[in-house]
């Protein structure tokens, strides 16, 4: 989702020094190792970071700590949302013995990058929250896999419900980079197929502090609903000026589609009460998802974050695939990948498609008003359930090569 940076050479080797670990032992007695590959210092590390690294551990606990008679290890790199970054960290594993298996990424660039390193070397990347369609469409490959979102997934569902009551005409307020032109591509699409209006938009730079210019012009759209596209600080600096301004107390109904339970926290639900999104998980609504949680929350003092509980899903998916498979071999891994199906706390009776997306259902979802919350992180209404089916873009409109192989 951010832009590109460049850093000079020895800053990437210095990075990818940091990330190689000691000389490979001979193979049957070499660790299975998955790597982390996430923001741990950026304006991410909140939604992923340390606990997307938490996370796969406890998928690794769960698993049992060996498979194929090997121990597992977890090891990690920060990626800092830069693409040459954590090309780098990556390429150094898969060369290296580094990992087997890389998980989380997120970040749209740092994740193509890293997806087109995993398909010339044959290894397996299993991706979090990760914005552009690309993804599982053009940039599709035999073993690389999306576990969590993209900009489809949360934006094209969303529309339709709020036409139906009436918040028919949008103003979009969209971050300034590919992963907002997609999200407001893919809603503006269903708003217009749902007979709903866009009245206007305008973008935004990325780590924008000042948003009143931008949400002048959405409240004199008279738009009954201000669409906002944006990820990490970038959503806590809007909502707190859209706030301010008493925009919501105007009659203007706020829709976040990336909305990230630690983003409510830190705001605090009196300032985004009403706010609607979508998303694949929340730490309260089953038993199983409560039970996951509540260990995750004793060790890293905060609930999880959707792409964290995805990296553990995932995780564990994989070792499954391997135990399966008989090899860490990324091809034979793949296809275990692919036919085995996915059965834990984060997704009941999934499967993975061709195209490498999980198939999962999505939840549309409000914050509650202050005197609804009965315990801590108790921020959601899980107001309907959107079938896999509608939040998946359909295989029929896939530019993924190995959609029409499979056919």
Known sequence: MAKKRTITAAAIALLVGSAMLAPVQAEDAQPVRIGVLTDMSG???????????????????????????????????????????????????????????????????VALAVQELARTRNKIVIHGVTGSPAITQQACAATAFSWSLNAYAISAPLPKPLIERGLDTFFFLSADYSF???????????????????LGSVRFPQNNPDFSSFLLQAVASKAKVIWLISAAEDTTNALKQAKE????????????????????H?????????????????????DETRAWSERFFRQHHAMPTMDQAAVYSGTMHYLQAVAAARTLD??????????????????????????????????????????????????????????????????????????????
């Not at 999200?183 to 007979?195: P, S, T």
């Not at 925009?247 to 990336?258: D, M, N």
């Open 43 to 109: 304006m991410y590390r909140d939604i992923m970071g340390p606990g997307s690294v938490l996370a796969a551990r406890m998928a690794v606990e769960d698993f049992g700590g060996k498979v194929l008679d090997r121990p597992i290890e977890v090891i990690s790199g920060d990626h800092q949302a830069k693409a040459d970054v954590g090309a780098a960290i990556a390429r150094n594993w898969f060369d290296n013995g580094g990992a087997d298996v890389v998980v989380d990424v997120a970040q749209s660039a």
């Open 180 to 198: 907002g032109k997609a999200m407001e591509d893919a809603a503006a699409g269903a708003i217009k197929a749902a007979g709903g209006k866009v």
């Open 245 to 264: 301004f008493g925009i919501a107390e105007g009659g203007q109904h706020i829709v976040v589609p990336l909305t990230y339970i630690t983003n409510v």
């Open 266 to 286: 830190a705001l605090g639900i009196a300032n985004v009460q009403g706010l609607t999104f979508a998303t694949p998980f929340y730490w309260d609504r089953t």
């Open 330 to 407: 990324g091809l034979k891994v793949a296809d275990e990948i692919r036919k085995l199906p996915v059965n834990d706390m984060y997704v009941e009776n999934g499967f993975v498609r061709a195209d490498g997306w999980l198939m999962h259902p999505f939840y549309m979802a409000s914050i509650k008003a202050p005197g609804e919350v009965r315990k801590p992180w108790d921020y959601y209404t899980i107001e309907k359930v959107i079938p896999a089916s509608e939040a998946a873009q359909p295989l029929s409109e896939s530019q993924c090569p190995l959609v029409a192989q499979s056919q």
